[in-house]
């Protein structure tokens, strides 16, 4: 590979980061929102590289030029160095950051997947009179298995995530946790039992109480919930935190 190539393919690494942290949401398909000016001043350092590297490279060719008998010697080994032609390969993630991101991890991740461990409360404080009463899935989970008081017992709760398909009964909400980047995702799982079936991988928001199985308050408990109603809604901009629902999630039928 060239050098002038080198530059060029350095450049456009540099521009597919800018594009998809810079001008665009779409570096939040892959790493938290923390991690986007890591990805801007990674991609602004390849563009500077690729352009000094251009730079340089026209430079020893005027000196080439300029001196026969350097070129003779060594015209032919400056064409031919660098990087291996495999390196070509490097272009298909590039235009593929550039034309065509790859999607969000979604349902077909979470169903090959068990749920993630909820860590342990020492207590809990008393749950706000609200109906129905917005809850993340750690948090709703957290509830139905260590919460002693039953504070879930008898509540309309309302929580949002993706659907995610298990088997003939019942299906999963499902919510995506990335700690640094898509590679160590784990998911949320809150098993729904009734209500309407919407595609895989649709975003949803639901409203239902607890489905009584093992006891309240104890590890026999279900993560489960008898949805009263099922909504679909739009994706939010970073689906990889297992957050409180929209304020526009809230109202709707099913």
Not at 31 to 46: C, D, N, T, Y
Not at 75 to 101: I, Q, T
Not at 121 to 147: E, G, H, K, N
Request: aromatic content about 6%; glycine content about 12%.
């Amino acid at each position: 590979m060239k050098r002038s190539y080198q530059a060029a393919l350095l450049v456009l690494c540099g521009l597919g980061l800018l594009h998809i942290s810079l001008g665009t949401d779409l570096c939040l398909r892959y790493v938290k929102e923390s991690m986007r000016p890591l990805l801007i001043a990674s991609g602004v350092v390849l563009v500077l590289l690729g352009i000094a590297g251009a730079l340089l490279d026209r430079k020893g060719r005027r000196r080439d030029a300029e001196g026969k008998g350097h070129q003779h010697g060594h015209g032919h080994g400056h064409d031919h160095s660098g990087m291996p032609r495999v390196a070509w390969l490097l272009l298909l993630p590039v235009l593929s950051l550039l034309f065509y991101a790859p999607p969000a991890l979604g349902a077909y991740t979470a169903s090959r997947q068990p749920a993630k461990p909820v860590g342990g409360a020492s207590a809990f404080a008393p749950l706000p009179a609200t109906s129905p009463l917005p809850m993340t899935l750690s948090d709703f989970t957290r509830r139905v298995r260590q919460d002693r008081t039953r504070a879930v017992k008898g509540r309309t709760v309302l929580m949002t995530g993706i659907v995610t398909p298990r088997g003939k009964d019942g299906w999963d909400l499902t919510r995506i946790i990335i700690n640094c980047c898509a590679a160590d995702a784990q998911s949320v799982k809150v098993r729904i039992y009734g209500g309407p079936v919407l595609p895989t991988d649709t975003w949803v928001s639901v409203t239902g109480s607890w489905h009584p199985s093992g006891t309240l308050g104890t590890g026999s408990a279900q993560v489960a919930l008898d949805a009263g109603t099922v909504t679909k809604v739009p994706r939010p901009i970073n689906g990889y935190q297992d957050a409180l629902p929209l304020p526009t999630a809230r109202s709707g039928g099913s």
